[in-house]
Protein backbone atom coordinates (compact mmCIF):
# COMPACT_ATOMS: atom_id res chain seq x y z
CA UNK A 1 0.00 0.00 0.00
CA UNK A 2 1.40 3.33 -0.80
CA UNK A 3 2.56 4.98 1.86
CA UNK A 4 0.42 8.09 1.22
CA UNK A 5 -2.98 5.75 1.36
CA UNK A 6 -0.91 4.51 4.84
CA UNK A 7 -1.32 7.98 6.20
CA UNK A 8 -4.65 8.72 4.37
CA UNK A 9 -6.19 5.68 5.97
CA UNK A 10 -4.96 6.90 9.80
CA UNK A 11 -6.48 10.49 9.36
CA UNK A 12 -9.21 9.91 6.46
CA UNK A 13 -11.06 6.85 8.56
CA UNK A 14 -14.15 7.27 10.93
CA UNK A 15 -16.37 6.03 13.35
CA UNK A 16 -20.08 7.58 12.84
CA UNK A 17 -19.54 7.16 16.95
CA UNK A 18 -17.21 10.02 16.29
CA UNK A 19 -19.49 13.09 15.92
CA UNK A 20 -22.78 12.93 17.69
CA UNK A 21 -25.84 14.09 16.50
CA UNK A 22 -25.84 16.71 18.69
CA UNK A 23 -22.43 17.72 17.42
CA UNK A 24 -23.82 17.75 13.81
CA UNK A 25 -26.94 19.95 14.60
CA UNK A 26 -24.58 22.20 16.32
CA UNK A 27 -22.45 22.29 13.17
CA UNK A 28 -25.21 22.28 10.41
CA UNK A 29 -26.97 25.44 12.11
CA UNK A 30 -23.11 27.39 12.50
CA UNK A 31 -22.59 26.49 8.60
CA UNK A 32 -26.24 26.82 7.54
CA UNK A 33 -25.90 23.88 5.04
CA UNK A 34 -28.63 22.14 3.43
CA UNK A 35 -28.60 18.28 3.59
CA UNK A 36 -30.60 16.21 0.94
CA UNK A 37 -31.26 12.35 1.28
CA UNK A 38 -31.77 10.73 -2.21
CA UNK A 39 -33.12 7.28 -2.68
CA UNK A 40 -32.39 5.68 -5.62
CA UNK A 41 -35.20 2.75 -6.04
CA UNK A 42 -36.43 0.28 -8.52
CA UNK A 43 -38.69 -1.89 -7.17
CA UNK A 44 -38.55 -1.62 -3.42
CA UNK A 45 -41.82 -1.98 -1.98
CA UNK A 46 -40.36 -4.09 1.11
CA UNK A 47 -37.62 -2.33 2.39
CA UNK A 48 -38.15 1.75 1.35
CA UNK A 49 -41.57 2.28 3.63
CA UNK A 50 -39.16 1.28 6.58
CA UNK A 51 -36.14 3.52 5.52
CA UNK A 52 -37.94 6.57 5.04
CA UNK A 53 -39.65 6.36 8.14
CA UNK A 54 -36.29 5.69 10.05
CA UNK A 55 -34.90 8.82 8.24
CA UNK A 56 -37.84 10.99 9.01
CA UNK A 57 -38.32 10.58 12.18
CA UNK A 58 -34.48 10.23 13.41
CA UNK A 59 -33.05 12.95 11.21
CA UNK A 60 -36.08 15.30 10.25
CA UNK A 61 -37.85 16.01 13.11
CA UNK A 62 -34.86 17.73 15.54
CA UNK A 63 -36.48 21.24 16.18
CA UNK A 64 -35.01 23.81 15.86
CA UNK A 65 -32.38 22.25 13.03
CA UNK A 66 -32.60 19.13 11.55
CA UNK A 67 -30.16 16.84 10.12
CA UNK A 68 -31.87 16.31 6.84
CA UNK A 69 -33.76 18.75 5.34
CA UNK A 70 -35.36 16.88 2.15
CA UNK A 71 -35.86 13.36 1.61
CA UNK A 72 -36.54 12.59 -1.71
CA UNK A 73 -37.18 8.82 -3.73
CA UNK A 74 -36.11 9.15 -7.22
CA UNK A 75 -38.36 6.33 -8.77
CA UNK A 76 -36.05 4.23 -11.56
CA UNK A 77 -39.00 2.92 -13.07
CA UNK A 78 -40.91 0.61 -10.90
CA UNK A 79 -43.42 -1.41 -11.47
CA UNK A 80 -44.48 -2.10 -7.84
CA UNK A 81 -45.70 -0.49 -5.23
CA UNK A 82 -42.80 1.35 -4.07
CA UNK A 83 -44.16 5.06 -4.95
CA UNK A 84 -47.11 4.56 -2.89
CA UNK A 85 -45.39 2.94 0.17
CA UNK A 86 -42.37 5.68 0.11
CA UNK A 87 -44.91 8.30 0.18
CA UNK A 88 -47.08 6.95 2.81
CA UNK A 89 -44.08 6.88 4.86
CA UNK A 90 -42.91 10.34 4.07
CA UNK A 91 -40.82 10.66 1.10
CA UNK A 92 -41.04 12.88 -1.82
CA UNK A 93 -41.10 10.88 -4.55
CA UNK A 94 -40.14 11.75 -8.31
CA UNK A 95 -40.22 9.59 -11.10
CA UNK A 96 -37.18 9.32 -13.18
CA UNK A 97 -39.19 10.51 -16.79
CA UNK A 98 -40.21 13.32 -14.70
CA UNK A 99 -37.11 14.62 -14.34
CA UNK A 100 -35.36 16.92 -17.67
CA UNK A 101 -37.87 15.29 -19.93
CA UNK A 102 -36.00 16.39 -22.96
CA UNK A 103 -33.61 13.79 -22.24
CA UNK A 104 -35.52 10.66 -22.18
CA UNK A 105 -34.33 8.60 -19.10
CA UNK A 106 -32.49 5.16 -19.24
CA UNK A 107 -32.40 2.83 -17.44
CA UNK A 108 -29.82 2.15 -14.26
CA UNK A 109 -28.73 3.29 -10.87
CA UNK A 110 -26.58 6.19 -11.81
CA UNK A 111 -29.23 7.97 -14.21
CA UNK A 112 -31.63 8.91 -11.38
CA UNK A 113 -28.63 10.10 -9.19
CA UNK A 114 -27.89 12.22 -11.79
CA UNK A 115 -31.28 13.26 -12.17
CA UNK A 116 -31.85 13.72 -8.70
CA UNK A 117 -29.21 16.65 -8.70
CA UNK A 118 -31.56 19.03 -10.43
CA UNK A 119 -34.56 17.85 -8.07
CA UNK A 120 -33.17 18.21 -4.98
CA UNK A 121 -31.15 21.71 -3.30
CA UNK A 122 -29.11 20.52 -0.63
CA UNK A 123 -25.53 21.55 -0.72
CA UNK A 124 -24.96 18.29 0.65
CA UNK A 125 -26.35 15.53 -0.94
CA UNK A 126 -26.59 11.70 0.45
CA UNK A 127 -26.97 9.03 -1.35
CA UNK A 128 -28.51 5.39 -0.14
CA UNK A 129 -29.45 2.41 -1.50
CA UNK A 130 -33.09 1.80 -0.96
CA UNK A 131 -32.97 -2.64 -0.44
CA UNK A 132 -31.61 -1.82 2.80
CA UNK A 133 -32.43 -4.59 5.50
CA UNK A 134 -31.93 -3.07 9.13
CA UNK A 135 -31.65 0.46 8.68
CA UNK A 136 -29.80 2.32 10.43
CA UNK A 137 -29.72 6.44 10.46
CA UNK A 138 -26.04 5.77 10.71
CA UNK A 139 -25.79 5.24 6.84
CA UNK A 140 -26.63 8.74 6.38
CA UNK A 141 -25.56 10.81 9.66
CA UNK A 142 -22.11 8.82 9.31
CA UNK A 143 -21.72 10.19 5.70
CA UNK A 144 -22.83 13.72 6.40
CA UNK A 145 -21.22 14.17 9.35
CA UNK A 146 -17.88 14.97 8.61
CA UNK A 147 -19.07 17.17 5.65
CA UNK A 148 -21.02 19.44 7.91
CA UNK A 149 -17.81 19.63 10.68
CA UNK A 150 -14.60 19.90 8.29
CA UNK A 151 -14.77 21.83 5.35
CA UNK A 152 -12.05 20.81 3.60
CA UNK A 153 -13.95 17.57 2.86
CA UNK A 154 -15.89 16.85 -0.32
CA UNK A 155 -16.87 13.09 -0.36
CA UNK A 156 -17.69 10.87 2.54
CA UNK A 157 -18.16 6.74 1.64
CA UNK A 158 -19.71 4.40 4.22
CA UNK A 159 -17.85 1.35 4.92
CA UNK A 160 -19.10 -2.17 6.86
CA UNK A 161 -19.27 -5.50 7.32
CA UNK A 162 -21.49 -6.67 4.28
CA UNK A 163 -22.73 -10.44 4.90
CA UNK A 164 -24.19 -12.93 2.67
CA UNK A 165 -26.02 -15.29 3.93
CA UNK A 166 -24.21 -17.63 7.07
CA UNK A 167 -20.72 -15.46 5.80
CA UNK A 168 -19.81 -12.32 7.82
CA UNK A 169 -17.89 -10.76 5.39
CA UNK A 170 -19.30 -12.65 1.89
CA UNK A 171 -21.27 -9.71 0.72
CA UNK A 172 -19.23 -6.98 -1.79
CA UNK A 173 -18.76 -9.65 -5.06
CA UNK A 174 -18.21 -7.35 -7.42
CA UNK A 175 -16.07 -5.15 -4.98
CA UNK A 176 -14.05 -8.10 -4.26
CA UNK A 177 -13.43 -9.77 -7.65
CA UNK A 178 -13.62 -6.65 -9.73
CA UNK A 179 -13.22 -3.40 -8.06
CA UNK A 180 -11.14 -3.71 -5.37
CA UNK A 181 -8.21 -4.84 -7.97
CA UNK A 182 -9.30 -3.07 -10.61
CA UNK A 183 -8.39 -0.12 -8.06
CA UNK A 184 -5.51 -1.02 -6.67
CA UNK A 185 -3.58 -1.34 -9.40
CA UNK A 186 -4.67 0.86 -11.35
CA UNK A 187 -5.61 3.91 -9.02
CA UNK A 188 -4.15 3.03 -5.89
CA UNK A 189 -4.39 5.76 -3.83
CA UNK A 190 -7.75 4.79 -3.89
CA UNK A 191 -6.97 1.31 -2.31
CA UNK A 192 -7.65 2.64 1.11
CA UNK A 193 -11.66 2.42 0.67
CA UNK A 194 -12.54 -0.59 2.54
CA UNK A 195 -16.23 -0.28 0.40
CA UNK A 196 -15.32 1.23 -2.81
CA UNK A 197 -18.75 0.74 -4.48
CA UNK A 198 -20.86 1.16 -1.39
CA UNK A 199 -24.23 2.93 -1.87
CA UNK A 200 -23.68 5.09 1.50
CA UNK A 201 -22.22 8.19 0.67
CA UNK A 202 -22.65 11.65 0.91
CA UNK A 203 -20.89 14.45 -1.33
CA UNK A 204 -21.18 18.62 -2.05
CA UNK A 205 -23.11 19.55 -4.56
CA UNK A 206 -20.11 21.53 -5.83
CA UNK A 207 -18.62 18.46 -6.52
CA UNK A 208 -21.28 16.14 -7.73
CA UNK A 209 -22.29 18.75 -10.41
CA UNK A 210 -19.72 18.78 -11.91
CA UNK A 211 -18.87 15.24 -12.72
CA UNK A 212 -19.70 12.34 -15.13
CA UNK A 213 -22.64 10.24 -14.09
CA UNK A 214 -22.52 6.74 -15.64
CA UNK A 215 -25.97 6.12 -15.79
CA UNK A 216 -25.74 1.96 -14.64
CA UNK A 217 -24.10 0.47 -11.75
CA UNK A 218 -20.49 2.09 -13.22
CA UNK A 219 -21.46 4.94 -11.30
CA UNK A 220 -19.83 4.76 -7.82
CA UNK A 221 -16.34 3.66 -9.26
CA UNK A 222 -16.66 6.33 -11.92
CA UNK A 223 -17.79 9.34 -9.04
CA UNK A 224 -14.82 7.78 -6.98
CA UNK A 225 -11.92 8.13 -9.82
CA UNK A 226 -13.12 11.51 -10.66
CA UNK A 227 -13.52 12.58 -7.39
CA UNK A 228 -9.98 11.64 -6.79
CA UNK A 229 -8.93 13.21 -9.77
CA UNK A 230 -11.16 16.62 -9.27
CA UNK A 231 -10.84 17.13 -5.60
CA UNK A 232 -7.91 15.55 -4.25
CA UNK A 233 -7.48 12.37 -1.97
CA UNK A 234 -7.20 14.47 0.80
CA UNK A 235 -10.63 15.52 -0.13
CA UNK A 236 -12.11 12.25 0.43
CA UNK A 237 -12.95 10.52 3.28
CA UNK A 238 -14.86 6.86 5.04
CA UNK A 239 -17.13 6.25 8.02
CA UNK A 240 -17.54 2.99 9.78
CA UNK A 241 -21.35 2.54 10.58
CA UNK A 242 -21.48 -1.12 11.53
CA UNK A 243 -23.02 -4.19 8.97
CA UNK A 244 -24.92 -3.42 5.78
CA UNK A 245 -27.29 -6.44 4.83
CA UNK A 246 -29.13 -5.73 1.79
CA UNK A 247 -31.06 -7.69 -1.39
CA UNK A 248 -28.24 -9.57 -3.55
CA UNK A 249 -28.70 -9.88 -6.96
CA UNK A 250 -27.58 -13.44 -8.05
CA UNK A 251 -24.40 -14.14 -9.62
CA UNK A 252 -25.44 -13.38 -13.59
CA UNK A 253 -27.02 -9.94 -12.78
CA UNK A 254 -23.53 -9.15 -11.07
CA UNK A 255 -21.93 -10.40 -14.33
CA UNK A 256 -23.29 -7.57 -15.88
CA UNK A 257 -22.49 -5.10 -13.06
CA UNK A 258 -19.54 -6.29 -12.99
CA UNK A 259 -19.18 -5.39 -16.95
CA UNK A 260 -20.60 -2.09 -16.46
CA UNK A 261 -17.80 -0.87 -13.89
CA UNK A 262 -15.29 -2.53 -16.33
CA UNK A 263 -15.75 -0.31 -18.72
CA UNK A 264 -16.58 2.55 -16.58
CA UNK A 265 -12.67 1.70 -15.66
CA UNK A 266 -11.57 1.18 -19.45
CA UNK A 267 -12.85 4.75 -20.16
CA UNK A 268 -10.58 6.36 -17.10
CA UNK A 269 -7.72 4.18 -18.02
CA UNK A 270 -7.82 5.37 -21.58
CA UNK A 271 -7.25 9.14 -20.27
CA UNK A 272 -4.09 8.42 -19.40
CA UNK A 273 -1.16 6.32 -19.25
CA UNK A 274 -0.53 4.62 -15.68
CA UNK A 275 1.51 2.46 -14.06
CA UNK A 276 -0.33 -1.00 -12.82
CA UNK A 277 0.35 -1.24 -9.48
CA UNK A 278 1.75 -4.97 -8.38
CA UNK A 279 -0.34 -4.75 -4.84
CA UNK A 280 -3.62 -5.76 -3.55
CA UNK A 281 -4.93 -4.49 -0.29
CA UNK A 282 -8.21 -6.41 1.33
CA UNK A 283 -9.44 -5.43 4.64
CA UNK A 284 -11.27 -7.30 6.79
CA UNK A 285 -12.68 -6.19 10.14
CA UNK A 286 -9.89 -6.06 12.79
CA UNK A 287 -11.79 -6.91 16.14
CA UNK A 288 -9.35 -7.24 18.45
CA UNK A 289 -8.97 -3.37 18.17
CA UNK A 290 -5.50 -3.75 17.40
CA UNK A 291 -6.25 -0.59 14.79
CA UNK A 292 -7.53 -0.15 11.25
CA UNK A 293 -9.58 1.82 8.99
CA UNK A 294 -12.04 3.84 11.10
CA UNK A 295 -13.91 1.41 13.42
CA UNK A 296 -16.85 2.29 16.05
CA UNK A 297 -15.09 2.48 19.26
CA UNK A 298 -14.22 -0.98 20.45
CA UNK A 299 -14.76 -2.26 16.84
CA UNK A 300 -11.23 -1.57 15.78
CA UNK A 301 -12.24 -0.54 12.30
CA UNK A 302 -11.08 -2.47 9.49
CA UNK A 303 -7.43 -4.23 8.98
CA UNK A 304 -5.72 -4.09 5.70
CA UNK A 305 -4.19 -6.91 4.63
CA UNK A 306 -1.52 -6.38 1.39
CA UNK A 307 -0.89 -8.90 -0.83
CA UNK A 308 1.74 -8.91 -3.94
CA UNK A 309 0.03 -9.48 -7.65
CA UNK A 310 2.41 -11.44 -9.92
CA UNK A 311 2.45 -8.98 -13.03
CA UNK A 312 5.40 -10.82 -15.04
CA UNK A 313 5.18 -12.24 -18.09
CA UNK A 314 7.43 -14.48 -20.03
CA UNK A 315 7.61 -13.57 -23.39
CA UNK A 316 7.03 -16.13 -26.46
CA UNK A 317 8.99 -19.74 -25.56
CA UNK A 318 10.40 -19.15 -29.64
CA UNK A 319 12.00 -16.17 -28.26
CA UNK A 320 14.12 -18.06 -25.59
CA UNK A 321 17.54 -19.45 -27.31
CA UNK A 322 17.44 -22.94 -25.19
CA UNK A 323 14.02 -23.25 -26.74
CA UNK A 324 14.56 -22.64 -30.16
CA UNK A 325 18.22 -24.55 -30.17
CA UNK A 326 16.80 -27.62 -29.16
CA UNK A 327 13.78 -27.22 -31.85
CA UNK A 328 16.43 -26.63 -34.13
CA UNK A 329 18.00 -30.12 -33.03
O1 LIG B 1 -31.75 0.51 -12.56
C1 LIG B 1 -31.63 0.63 -11.34
C2 LIG B 1 -30.94 -0.33 -10.53
C3 LIG B 1 -30.86 -0.15 -9.17
N1 LIG B 1 -31.46 0.94 -8.61
C4 LIG B 1 -31.40 1.13 -7.16
O2 LIG B 1 -30.04 1.28 -6.77
C5 LIG B 1 -29.83 0.68 -5.49
C6 LIG B 1 -28.75 -0.39 -5.61
O3 LIG B 1 -29.19 -1.32 -6.59
P1 LIG B 1 -29.08 -2.90 -6.30
O4 LIG B 1 -29.63 -3.23 -4.97
O5 LIG B 1 -29.64 -3.58 -7.49
O6 LIG B 1 -27.51 -3.11 -6.30
P2 LIG B 1 -26.69 -4.09 -5.35
O7 LIG B 1 -26.81 -3.52 -3.97
O8 LIG B 1 -27.30 -5.45 -5.46
O9 LIG B 1 -25.31 -4.03 -5.87
C7 LIG B 1 -31.18 0.13 -5.05
O10 LIG B 1 -31.80 1.07 -4.23
C8 LIG B 1 -31.93 -0.06 -6.36
O11 LIG B 1 -33.32 0.01 -6.22
C9 LIG B 1 -32.10 1.90 -9.37
O12 LIG B 1 -32.59 2.90 -8.84
N2 LIG B 1 -32.17 1.72 -10.72
O1 LIG C 1 -20.36 -4.19 -3.80
C1 LIG C 1 -20.76 -5.08 -4.57
O2 LIG C 1 -20.02 -6.01 -4.97
C2 LIG C 1 -22.18 -5.05 -5.12
C3 LIG C 1 -22.87 -6.42 -4.91
O3 LIG C 1 -22.91 -6.69 -3.54
P1 LIG C 1 -23.29 -8.15 -3.01
O4 LIG C 1 -22.23 -9.10 -3.54
O5 LIG C 1 -24.67 -8.49 -3.52
O6 LIG C 1 -23.23 -8.01 -1.50
O7 LIG C 1 -22.97 -4.03 -4.47
C4 LIG C 1 -22.58 -2.70 -4.65
O8 LIG C 1 -22.28 -2.39 -5.98
C5 LIG C 1 -23.15 -1.56 -6.75
C6 LIG C 1 -22.33 -1.03 -7.93
O9 LIG C 1 -21.42 -0.05 -7.53
C7 LIG C 1 -23.70 -0.38 -5.94
O10 LIG C 1 -24.60 0.38 -6.75
C8 LIG C 1 -24.46 -0.96 -4.76
O11 LIG C 1 -24.94 0.12 -3.97
C9 LIG C 1 -23.55 -1.79 -3.90
O12 LIG C 1 -24.41 -2.56 -3.06
Redo the contacts with the bound molecule.
Keep these: MLEEVEQWLRRRSFSCTDRPLTELLAAKRATGSRVSVV ?6 ERTIGGIVSVIRHELMTASPTALVDELVV ?1 D ?2 STDRTAPVAEAAGARVVHRDDVLPRLPAL ?3 G ?2 LWRSLLVTSGDIVCFA ?3 LEDFSADFVSGVVGPLLTDPRLRLVKAMYDRPLGDDPAGGGR ?1 TELVARPLLNLHWPRLAGFVQP ?1 G ?1 EYAARRTLLEQLPFPV ?2 GVELGLLIDSLHTAGLDALAQVDVGVRR ?4 DGQA ?1 GR ?1 AAAIHHTAQLRMARGSRLVSPTLTQFERDVDGAGGAGGAAGSGGFAPRSHAVDTVERPPMREIAEYAARRAA
Aim: aromatic share 4%; net charge negative; charged share 20%.
Design positions: LPALNELSGPGKEVDADVLGGYHRHQLM
